[in-house]
């Protein structure tokens, strides 16, 4: 078994081994909750004492993200640090056994939604505020109407934090979390997982923020009303993988033939794509496509198997279904198939999707991409959530620079795949624009970036820390693209 970075610098006593001047006595932590925890250690001076950082963990993706990429060794890489996972995760035991650790306490993650009026609120605030000061003052007035569960008092109280990190500001749940670690003056930190999450606007408003690249930075100052100082630019921890050696993976693919993946999408649980899967195994059978072709159909993880499982006996169409799936956080995804994804969409010679972030991952890669914009099953929903929404919102710069070309029907989307079939070097310069502008961050380091603004916020700094923290200040066009090549 592998031993983490975190095993190997503290025995089970859970002091450091280089760190002689923490006192041997330890307080229980708050057993009574249900989680697994490490013993606390009993306050003290100098410069040796364990900073605890709380961290929250809602869903399988952040368990990916924050957890398995790089940034959660990275933090316990410091000899003072230790960390409590407040998560679902709790009530899990595969979560608890691969997490689990001396110097990581998991605990269960208070519920909270907004009220009505809080929700009323955040509407005000997102559509009035016009400065950062106002939207403070806003978001105070909110975290008033907001109840803390004793709970989390307790768990304040106990460890004494000297960082909350919110693994998903996005999402509404960690609000009461950061109003509690506010009162007392606890510094909070959220680490923004994807590329459209400020677009859509942050439930949850802590202190700083950590973000992908300089167009989420902008979108804080301009959508959230954050100030350029409390952004740190850290890139996409769960695209690392993309930057290292690629890693042997057993694909089961027909080298023969060419490979088209098309990687489905679930805008609503009602959403089908199987329209398209019929379309292109017809085209294939038809020679409309002129090449010999395998269609490799990665699912979403939300999306309803069911539908597709009659493509398992079709010769055309190889089915990869996520399998990862955590019984209190939903499906997630280990380094393995991390590397997996990668290595489909290297292997790849044709991307198709339904304006999603694998698109980014295409660019990485120089994998031709395509996007569908129709649907011969329910139009409304496409052009509700792909036109109306998707193009209107992130990926509104890349339709409008055509950045990556659009199948409007099923003839544009035959004739597409044609093209880049006998042509892989259509839309190169657009998709290396891509990879510049969005992913920005190419030396595989975002997890341990992303671990050392956990560090700094806590207090807490490396001797080596990352290279390439990008500010957060909105930077001119060509100053973009002179920090996304750094």
Known sequence: MTTSPHQRLLPRDGHATNSPSIQPNV??????????????????????????????????????????CGA??????HPRARVVLLTPGARDPAFVAEFGSPRISILPQAPYSPSTLVWRLMLRRWRYARSPRMADLMHRLEERFISVPTAYTRLLDEYQPSLVVSGDPLRPADASLIAAARQR??????????????????????????????????????????????????????????????????LGLDPRKKTLLLATSSFTFDSDQTYL?????????AGEIRHSTQIVLRL?????????????????????????????LGWTMTTTDLQRMAALVRAADVMVNFAT??????????????LVAFSTIDPDEMQRYVVGLHFKMHYKPLVERDLVPIAWNAAQLIDWINRYFDDPGLYREQRA?????????????????LGDAILRHAGLALEHPSTSMASAAPTPPAAERLCALR
Do not use: C
Not at 32 to 60: H, M, N
Not at 433 to 445: M, Y
């Open 27 to 68: 307080a229980l932590s708050a057993a009574q909750l249900g989680g697994k925890t490490a013993p606390v250690a009993e306050r003290g001076s100098g410069q040796d004492r364990l900073k605890t950082i709380f961290v929250t963990v809602q869903t399988g993706m952040v368990a990916r993200d924050l957890l398995r």
């Open 300 to 328: 979403h993880p939300d999306d309803r198997v069911g539908r597709y499982l009659k493509y398992r006996h079709a010769p055309e169409v190889i089915l990869d279904i996520p399998d990862r799936y955590l019984a209190t």
């Open 185 to 250: 003056g606890i510094p909070s930190l959220g680490s923004v997982r994807s590329w459209d999450n400020i677009q859509k606007h942050l439930r949850t408003r802590p202190d700083a923020l950590t973000v992908w690249n300089t167009r989420n930075a902008r979108e804080a100052v301009e959508i959230d009303r954050f100030r350029p100082t409390q952004i740190s630019q850290v890139g996409a921890p769960q695209l690392d993988v993309y930057f290292r050696p690629a890693a042997p993976a057993g």
């Open 72 to 77: 959660l060794d990275r933090v316990l890489s």
């Open 433 to 449: 624009s891509i990879a510049r502008e969005w992913v920005q961050f190419t030396d595989g380091l975002s997890g341990q970036r």
């Open 357 to 370: 972030t694998v698109t980014l991952e295409a660019a990485i890669v120089d994998t031709p991409t395509l």
């Open 277 to 285: 899967v019929d379309a292109l195994i017809d085209a294939i059978r």
